[in-house]
């Protein structure tokens, strides 16, 4: 190999190992982002994934939602991290460029201050912008006092010794590694803490208390208790967001106000809402944007008060439709009627309502699509004309009643020469008369045992089947018939735009 004039260019400056170097304080000021803020929309990441989200086109939205389902909404956050590591490492670099015409004491300082400023464009968010800062800030001063220790030149003016650009970028992931790790830690624990919600306003515990228990224990009574299903209230309740992160809503300074077409408008403190004669009610949701099989279907014994309790007082005299608005800047819209069941629900299963399912309050519609039924609501506006909302700007129909639908969820071989399938049904507010099972791929049908119906007008049932084992694979197919007497539709149709619809089936190991 030739070799090469000191000097040169090339040899000055590993461009390579200077942008490894900032990449690494980028990963560094996310990490310290991330321990100060835990993922909230204060977390750098949060606003560039609901910008992803907001800004991509529906079509794009769609196919995350339908074809990658979970996976997209991660592959969403994994793309806000990188970018989010891209933007700081930038910051970063630009400072590092800086810190070379300058003295190699204000390198570290320089690119914790661009990559705080550019946190805290992003963000809006002070604490946390000082914390990637911060973190960035180390890396950099690091790595460059260790790099040129003993070397009297400043930062990315290079003494022609490649060494010492290696020290240099050793020494950044010494620092960037422990600091990224700990910044996750910190931030993980946070997240932790900060999802068992406690109100900032005291107001009692009308979600909880004797009432609360006896429903409670007769979900506990009436579920079928298989093992592998969600009992009838569910364990671990979906969650759907158009953000990746959960809005941070003070519930001393939330207010819930009417507008729109109404004679005056009117606004309730959570104190207000919270101190009204609470009821509790059983309510099922389920997503518009699940698969026909899929999880996004759960149910929960909700605390709160009617919606138009607190609607009638500002005088609705015209008006077709709603919109409901929210703290994380989502809206929907849907017609009046379906409003005047509604239910304001402030606590869940006997605690106060979770950050993640809509803290301080959320709208409940029964028997209407999960996406309506608003979270962190924050506006009720009457409208003298339909709007779209949220959703529907981006091509679905996601704001009417339910279809119906049996889910298959467990196949138990019981040993003893029977299989056993079960799962849950669901018709909204038409309820649940009947789930029948095939084993033989739709031939035959036989009824399934359903669970006793929980007290309320929309609810879900579990149903349970054993069959003798066949000797070979074979096809169970389930459906339901809902209340009114009618099938559950057998044709087949994907989530998007109106729910899906078919049966489902699936084929089960013989003997
Ligand atoms: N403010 C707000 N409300 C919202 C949403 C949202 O993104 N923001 N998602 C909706 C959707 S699509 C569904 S399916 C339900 C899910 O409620 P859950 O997360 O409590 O299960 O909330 C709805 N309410
Ligand atoms: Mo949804």
Known sequence: MASRTPRTLADRLPPAWTALVALLAGTAGVAGSFAVASFTPAFV????????????PGSVITFGIVV???????????TALVLSVLLFAGAALAALGLGRRLDRLVAGPVAAASVAAVAFVVTGALVSSLGAGVATGVVVAVADLVATRGVPTTLGSESGNPRTERRRVLAA???????AVGGYVLGAQRQRQSSTTESTVDVGQPWAGPDVDALLAEATEKSLGVDGLEPLVS????????????????????????TGAVDEEVSYSYADVATMDPEHRFVSLRCVGESLNGKKLDNALWTGVPIMDLVEPAGVSE??????RAADGFYEEFPLSALRDGFLAFGMNGDVLPVGHGYPARALIPGHWGEINVKWLTEIEILERPEDGYWEKRGWHGTGPVNTVAKLHVVTDLGDGRKRVAGHAYAGTRGIERVEVSVDGGRTWADATL????????????????????????EVVV?????????????????FPSGPSGWVSRTVQGR
């Open 45 to 56: 990441a949060g606003p560039i994934a609901g910008f992803l989200a907001r800004r991509l």
């Open 68 to 78: 990658l389902g979970d996976l997209g909404s991660q592959l969403n956050v994994v």
């Open 173 to 179: 992931v010494a620092t960037a590694l422990p600091l």
């Open 235 to 258: 364990d671990q309740f979906y969650e759907v967001d158009i953000n990746s992160t959960n809005p941070t809503v003070d519930a001393s300074e939330w207010t819930l106000t009417v």
């Open 319 to 324: 008006g077709c439709c709603v919109m409901l």
């Open 451 to 474: 669970s006793e119906p929980l007290p309320g007008t929309d609810v879900w049932r579990q149903w349970l089947y054993s069959y003798d084992r066949p000797a070979d694979e074979h």
């Open 479 to 495: 459906r339901a018939t809902d209340g009114t007497g009618t099938l559950q539709s057998r044709e087949e149709a994907s989530p």
